[in-house]
């Protein structure tokens, strides 16, 4: 399953990239909002994430780490949640996410199932050994994987449907 991207790699003086970040960062606070609904909801579809791998992957670096860093701010801000104590790592996660979406999209210029699962694997996995080291904790750090591989099932397929239905624009 793949589709070739129309990829746009916006510059940080670009009115497109703060009004795309902006659609974006609306989604990572309606989506986790709706998700808190179910119990656990949060942890377990981690829908903090979802759009920033979409900005990424389809608008470039700058939009995705803006909203990669502005979306849990906002989300703090407004309903609490993430936790203040949780904010570091939901950062350093996000803005992986970011980092890998962006340069994997700009490298391949395609939109693969591989390609994604290989961006969650990257955050997935250098951010739990950060969250570890943040916390010295292995349980917290492994969080993610007990308790979030639904939402990380949610990204790479949601991911993948997501960006090929937008990958004309």
Known sequence: MESTVKLHSLKAIELKSYSFALLF?????????????????GMMLLPIYFFTLIAAYKYGFFTGLLTAVASPIINHLLFGMPAAEMMPIILIKSALLATSAAYL???????????????????QGIGMIAEFMLTGIFAAAMQDIRIGFPGMLLQLVGGFFCLKAISKW
């Not at 309606?30 to 909801?41: D, E, R, S």
């Open 25 to 41: 960062v609306a989604g990572n606070v309606i989506l986790p909002q709706i998700c808190h609904l179910i119990p656990m909801g």
């Open 105 to 123: 999209a700009q490298r391949t210029k395609e939109i693969k199932l591989q390609n994604i699962f290989l961006v969650i694997l990257f955050y």
